[in-house]
């Protein structure tokens, strides 16, 4: 058993005594789970008055595919109703919040700016500092640790998949940047709490925790997944596959048409640090060429210390756009923006690798933005 104890485990070792006797909406999916993996809801039930849960992305039972909206209605599975902030409303409404006299949020964040269940704490934490309700974030460790690497979010850039100006690796977790987007950018602060997370320390990579890693969302498999997922989710903002519909989401990318030995050889040239990229065919069974035979790579961490998923996954991205550029483009939305924009925070990135910019001239001051969010995420670090 982990010698860590994450806010659920705390919260329990102390018999829910700030939850007793009041009625509790839960925030959670099935990444939420105390150290027996018994899940949070489960053991807030027991405890507490719990009266609804609240659904983000892929919903309460983890299953919905990416991007997937749904509706509110009661859970004949779980017995409980479960309002959805993933669907008609991403913010919960003061009907939503009606009868409640707290909200705790227990959820899995994998440590990159673009995961969305941050922001829809964000919009919960928004919501019950209007209508007067407190928040409890029952924390859990960043599964990347400290590291912090990417570009600050512009703010024409803000959607569901980044609101606010932190970078792409941010090295907090979920409780930590609750306290600093209460803080510092929302309408309505929440009356927040968070339940800090025991013997853990901020340096610590999930593998380090000794805590199971259990699927935040279909895609997230494993821990490996988390790893490159701060890079390679860049790839969803081309038309290469990203790896959704195989067992290597995040892990595998490639597109029909191409050389897989020859994009293999190409990359592992640029000696990006601690990475080595084989070349790989897969079949898609969703998403992006769903049933076409895909030619690409799969890339291997062979130094987790050494990796920087941001630059690396750029760099691909960067020698893919110029490499084989009648089998690369960029994604267009419905409204002709890019998601690619959206994912890397930053309107200007995507024309400068049209126009052939070298991966230093792409990650110009990145260095600078490390340093200042460093500083500035000081007073909201809960961890040594």
Same mark, same amino acid.
């Given at each position: 058993?982990?010698?860590?104890? /994450?806010?659920?485990?705390?919260?329990?070792?102390?018999?829910?005594?700030?939850?007793?006797?009041?009625?509790?909406?839960?925030?959670?999916?099935?990444?939420?789970?105390?150290?027996?993996?018994? $899940?949070?809801?489960?053991?807030?039930?027991?405890?507490? &008055?719990?009266?609804?849960?609240?659904?983000?992305?892929?919903?309460?039972?983890?299953?919905?595919?990416?991007? !997937?909206?749904?509706?509110?209605?009661?859970? !004949?599975?779980?017995?409980?109703?479960?309002?959805?902030?993933?669907?008609?409303?991403?913010?919960?409404?003061?009907?939503?919040?009606?009868?409640?006299?707290?909200?705790?949020?227990?959820?899995?964040?994998?440590?990159?700016?673009?995961?969305?269940?941050?922001?829809?704490?964000?919009?919960?934490?928004?919501?019950?500092?209007?209508?007067?309700?407190?928040? =409890?974030?029952?924390?859990?460790?960043?599964?990347?640790?400290?590291?912090? $690497?990417?570009?600050?979010?512009?703010? !024409?850039?803000?959607?569901?998949?980044? $609101?606010?100006?932190? +970078?792409?690796?941010?090295?907090? &977790?979920?409780?930590?940047?609750?306290?600093?987007?209460?803080?510092?950018?929302?309408?309505?602060?929440?009356?927040? /709490?968070?339940?800090?997370?025991?013997?853990?320390?901020?340096?610590?990579?999930?593998?380090?925790?000794?805590?199971?890693?259990?699927? +935040?969302?279909?895609?997230?498999?494993?821990?490996? /997944?988390?790893?490159?997922?701060?890079?390679?989710?860049?790839?969803?903002?081309?038309?290469?596959? *990203?790896?959704?519909?195989?067992?290597?989401?995040?892990?595998?990318?490639?597109?029909?048409?191409?050389?897989?030995?020859?994009?293999?050889?190409?990359?592992?040239?640029?000696?990006?640090?601690?990475?080595? =990229?084989?070349?790989?065919?897969?079949?898609?069974?969703?998403?992006?060429?769903?049933?076409?035979?895909?030619?690409?790579?799969?890339?291997?961490?062979?130094?987790?210390?050494? =990796?920087?998923?941001?630059?690396?996954?750029?760099?691909?991205?960067? *020698?893919?756009?110029?490499?084989?550029?009648?089998?690369?483009?960029?994604?267009?939305?419905?409204?002709?923006?890019? +998601?690619?924009?959206?994912?890397?925070?930053?309107?200007?990135?995507?024309?400068?690798?049209?126009?052939?910019?070298?991966?230093?001239?792409?990650?110009?001051?990145?260095?600078?933005?490390?340093? !200042? =969010?460093?500083?500035?995420?000081?007073?909201?670090?809960?961890?040594?």
């Amino acid at each position: 058993m982990s010698h860590i104890y /994450t806010g659920i485990d705390v919260l329990h070792e102390y018999d829910f005594q700030v939850l007793k006797g009041r009625r509790v909406g839960l925030l959670t999916n099935p990444s939420a789970v105390n150290n027996k993996l018994e $899940r949070t809801l489960d053991v807030l039930r027991a405890g507490v &008055t719990l009266v609804s849960l609240f659904a983000p992305e892929h919903g309460i039972h983890g299953v919905r595919r990416d991007g !997937e909206h749904f509706a509110s209605g009661y859970d !004949e599975v779980l017995g409980v109703y479960v309002h959805s902030v993933y669907g008609t409303h991403i913010r919960p409404t003061r009907e939503m919040l009606d009868g409640l006299d707290v909200i705790v949020c227990d959820i899995q964040d994998v440590g990159a700016r673009f995961y969305t269940f941050l922001w829809t704490l964000s919009y919960v934490m928004d919501a019950a500092g209007e209508y007067g309700v407190p928040v =409890f974030v029952l924390d859990r460790p960043n599964p990347l640790g400290d590291m912090i $690497r990417g570009p600050l979010l512009h703010p !024409e850039c803000a959607s569901l998949v980044g $609101r606010f100006p932190i +970078p792409i690796q941010h090295g907090m &977790t979920i409780g930590e940047l609750a306290r600093m987007i209460n803080a510092l950018w929302l309408d309505h602060p929440a009356d927040l /709490t968070v339940i800090s997370c025991a013997g853990l320390l901020r340096s610590m990579t999930w593998d380090e925790t000794g805590i199971p890693f259990i699927p +935040p969302s279909p895609a997230m498999a494993h821990f490996v /997944t988390a790893q490159h997922y701060p890079g390679s989710c860049l790839i969803e903002g081309t038309t290469f596959s *990203e790896g959704r519909g195989t067992a290597l989401p995040f892990e595998v990318i490639g597109t029909p048409g191409i050389d897989a030995d020859q994009v293999a050889n190409r990359l592992n040239a640029l000696a990006f640090p601690g990475v080595r =990229f084989r070349p790989h065919v897969f079949r898609p069974t969703a998403s992006k060429h769903s049933g076409e035979d895909c030619a690409g790579i799969q890339a291997h961490i062979m130094q987790s210390r050494a =990796f920087d998923p941001v630059s690396t996954w750029l760099g691909v991205i960067r *020698e893919l756009r110029h490499f084989v550029p009648d089998s690369f483009g960029w994604v267009v939305g419905e409204n002709g923006a890019y +998601p690619f924009d959206r994912l890397i925070g930053d309107m200007a990135v995507r024309p400068a690798i049209d126009d052939g910019a070298t991966l230093s001239e792409l990650t110009a001051g990145w260095s600078e933005v490390a340093f !200042e =969010f460093r500083k500035q995420r000081e007073p909201y670090l809960l961890y040594g």
